[in-house]
């Protein structure tokens, strides 16, 4: 069992950064692969990104590829995405996600564990 908190979201004006972080429980944090999706309103839930077991691996969504970056620390059970150069399409509630499975991390109805989210909105 894994339970994940988000924190980090807000108003921010467009062109401005945020970190979104994602704290998890348990002790074996390492065994599972974390992804960042998102959802707007009217808007089915998508993927942002993704990092592997060991953070030697990650993989991200067009819409962000070059302004987004996750990373983990595995001794903080704490995952990260760092958010620059934010667009208003960025609006969203943003969800960390985990899996042992890091392919199930791109589809959103796979994942394993869901945190509550956190807002994330970005003014024109």
């Known amino acids: 069992q894994v339970q994940l908190v988000e924190s980090g979201g807000g108003l921010v004006q467009a062109g401005g950064s945020l970190r979104l972080s994602c704290a998890a429980s348990g002790r074996t944090f390492s065994s599972y692969a974390m992804g960042w999706f998102r959802q707007s309103p009217g808007k089915e839930r998508e993927f942002v990104a993704n990092i592997g077991w060991t953070g030697g691996s990650a993989y991200y ?57 956190t807002q994330v909105t970005v003014s024109s």
């Open 61 to 117: 969504a067009d819409s962000v590829k070059g302004r987004f970056t996750i990373s983990r620390d595995n001794a903080k059970n704490t995952v990260y995405l760092q958010m620059n150069s934010l667009k208003p399409e960025d609006t969203a509630v943003y969800y960390c996600a985990a899996d042992p499975e890091y392919g199930h991390l791109v589809f959103p109805h796979l994942p394993d564990y869901w945190g509550q989210g």
